[in-house]
């Protein structure tokens, strides 16, 4: 009973192997997704220097 278990096993694993890891290909930005990473660095950095501003008051 062993013997056919252990063939039974064997056999389930090699016919459902999976396949290799293949690594996705980055896509290239796009102007648009440019501009509106730049305009989100922008204001996180006005915002920066708000809250630096408001706490050097204090």
Do not use: K, N
């Not at 278990?5 to 389930?12: E, G, N, P």
């Not at 694993?13 to 293949?22: E, I, N």
């Amino acid at each position: 009973m062993r013997w056919i278990t252990f063939l039974f096993t064997s056999l389930m694993a090699t016919s459902l192997s999976a396949d290799g890891f293949d690594r996705p290909v980055p896509q290239a930005q796009s102007a648009t997704a440019e501009f509106w990473y730049a305009l989100a660095c922008l204001a996180l950095i006005v915002a920066m220097v708000a809250v630096h501003r408001l706490v050097a008051r204090r």
